[in-house]
């Protein structure tokens, strides 16, 4: 299958720090979505991006499509507590979505 | 609105023995997955239904199989459960076109012993 990267795969950080992260792939995707799963639950969606160059914004989190269409960035602004959790970037080529290996997010208070 | 149901949350199974995992949308949603999940390797596609009647093999079939008799059940059978089968197993559909991704399961806890 296709293989997204992720960096980092883990992270620490102090609340109120900004957070950034990246994944990247071998292949061209045409939609790029990022979810966050919280300790034993599903994956659930944050942000979608549909084209390259695209920047798109929730609330603390934002979300950029690269021009390349093989990578995708999100941020975090003043992290805060229940920011914890790992995060999924995924990408959709053809019919299908493709996961990265997640970034796991510690927030220490 | 429910979303998307698993059952059970959390299961152990003694090595060779069978069970099901079961998974039901209520969403009309065309597409359903499964995926499991393990440290360090992201979620990995075991097998997909694009419709009732339709379904056909992921990233990581081997040991797993499926059936999608209405567009509401999707269940997940484990034939003769092995050590390497103990995982987070999650169920997620979607609609055929949609551009938002896949709507998750709240997941099953599966150790093999």
């Known amino acids: 299958g296709q293989q997204l990267n992720q960096s980092p795969q883990s992270m620490f950080i102090q609340e109120g720090e900004d957070v950034s992260m990246n994944c990247t792939s071998s292949s061209i995707f045409n939609t790029w979505l990022w979810y966050k799963q919280d300790p034993g639950e599903g994956p659930v969606l944050l942000i979608a991006?549909?084209?390259?160059?695209e920047l798109t914004s929730n609330g603390r989190l934002t979300a950029q499509f690269g021009i390349t269409r093989k990578d995708s960035f999100l941020n975090i602004s003043a992290s805060i507590p229940s920011d914890v959790g790992i995060y999924f970037c995924?990408?959709?080529?053809?019919?299908?979505?493709?996961f990265g290996t997640g970034t796991s997010l510690t927030v220490i208070p | 609105n429910a979303g998307v149901t698993q059952t059970p949350k959390f299961q152990v199974l003694k090595t060779g023995q069978s069970m099901t995992l079961q998974c039901a949308q209520d969403m009309n949603h065309e597409y359903m997955s499964w995926y499991r999940q393990d440290p360090g390797m992201g979620l990995r596609l075991i097998h997909y239904?694009?419709?009732?009647?339709?379904?056909d093999q992921g990233e990581v079939p081997n040991g797993y199989n499926v059936s999608r008799s209405t567009t509401e059940d999707f269940p997940l059978r484990l034939l003769s459960a092995a050590p390497s089968q103990t995982s987070v197993y999650f169920c997620?559909?979607?609609?055929?076109?949609?551009?938002?991704?896949?709507?998750f399961g709240s997941g099953t806890r599966l150790t093999v012993v």
């Open positions: 991006l549909y084209k390259a160059g």
């Open positions: 239904s694009v419709g009732a009647g339709i379904t």
């Open positions: 995924a990408g959709r080529g053809g019919n299908q979505f493709y």
């Open positions: 997620a559909s979607r609609l055929s076109q949609s551009g938002y991704g896949y709507t």
